[in-house]
């Protein structure tokens, strides 16, 4: 079975600090795709980021970065220099390729909740 | 180009009672996704269309939810009759058909809160 695990459910920190948000999951497929979501406190997720499983090589988008490591199972999200737009609930996800709909089936962890104060 | 849109945003109601949600995907794609979130615990897969046809529906709790999506296009979700947990955020979500699993256009969801 699927599943994905965001063990800190809520972390504090001073704006410019840096935090890294854990991922962890788990699939007995060989091609699956993670994903990173943000959710403001509008109330819509937002997509960061999606990774596929053959390839682990970090990345880095601005203040963001992302380590995937398939011998941890682990897909971490840091943010370097937090600022307080960053305070928001971060899920991880975890999707398997689709059959011949084009569509997946998506499952998230539980969400961290991140307060970045100033 | 318009998002995707839920209504209505928070709905409160006496347990026993019918609500039913609405979502209105991003015009053109064909899946279309409803999830929910209890409180503090993870977003939870509830079923999966592609345009008007219910390809997974395994998340979908019990017989007293019922989703549609006739033509294609928009969708609801009837709860009836509520239970107090079926409180939650119900998330709509939708996407173009892809090759290879790619992101899902969130809408800001539905909450319900059932007394």
């Known amino acids: 079975a699927q599943k994905v695990t965001q063990a800190q459910t809520e972390i504090s920190v001073v704006e410019k600090e840096d935090v890294t948000l854990d991922c962890v999951y788990e699939t007995r497929d060989t091609t699956y795709y993670l994903f990173w979501y943000k959710q403001p406190p509008s109330g819509e997720l937002v997509f960061l980021i999606r990774r596929n499983s053959f390839d682990e090589q970090n990345e880095i988008s601005g203040r963001y970065s992302w380590n995937f490591q398939k011998s941890t199972s682990s897909f971490n999200f840091t943010i370097t220099a937090s600022q307080v737009v960053d305070s928001a609930v971060y899920f991880c996800a975890l999707s398997e390729a689709g059959a011949n709909t084009g569509g997946f089936k998506t499952i998230f962890g539980a969400g961290t909740r991140l307060f970045v104060k100033a | 180009e318009a998002g995707v849109t839920q209504f209505p945003s928070h709905s409160v109601i006496e347990k026993g009672q019918t609500v039913t949600l609405r979502c209105d995907p991003i015009?053109?794609?064909?899946?279309l996704y409803w999830y929910r979130r209890v409180m503090g615990k993870e977003i939870k897969f509830l079923l999966h269309f592609v345009k008007e046809s219910k390809q997974d529906e395994s998340g979908m709790p019990n017989n007293r939810f019922l989703a549609e999506r006739t033509g294609g296009t928009y969708s609801t979700l009837k709860v009836q009759p509520a239970e107090l947990e079926d409180s939650g955020v119900y998330f709509c979500a939708s996407s173009p058909r892809y090759q290879g699993a790619r992101e899902l256009f969130f809408g800001e969801g539905s909450r319900l809160t059932v007394l």
């Open positions: 015009s053109g794609h064909d899946n």
